[in-house]
């Protein structure tokens, strides 16, 4: 989905008046979804508030690491976090 198609999907589900720049300020972290934006955002994505969301409420390990997955995922949520991960990723390469 485009964040447009997102944007309009949700605002079906809210009777809201989401845009596509929004759904962008809420994946990179530059602002935070209200209480029934993030109800909508479930409901379209088919998955927990404590998923989706927690890489706006700072717990993302922990919620990733207690629902039992061996896999722990982290939202890169800026242009330096990317840098970071990368660096890390081709540091423990080996041949």
Known sequence: ????????ALNAITG???????MSAWESGRRRTGKRNR???C???RERPEV???????A???VLETS???VVVKVL???????????SVAAGARE
């Open 1 to 8: 989905m485009t964040l447009e198609e997102a944007a309009d």
């Open 16 to 22: 809201g008046a989401t845009d596509a720049s929004l």
């Open 39 to 41: 109800a909508g955002l």
């Open 43 to 45: 409901q379209l994505h």
């Open 52 to 58: 989706l969301f927690a890489h706006q409420d700072g």
């Open 60 to 62: 993302a390990t922990s």
């Open 68 to 70: 039992g997955t061996a």
């Open 77 to 87: 949520t800026r242009w330096t976090d990317l840098v970071e991960a990368m660096v």
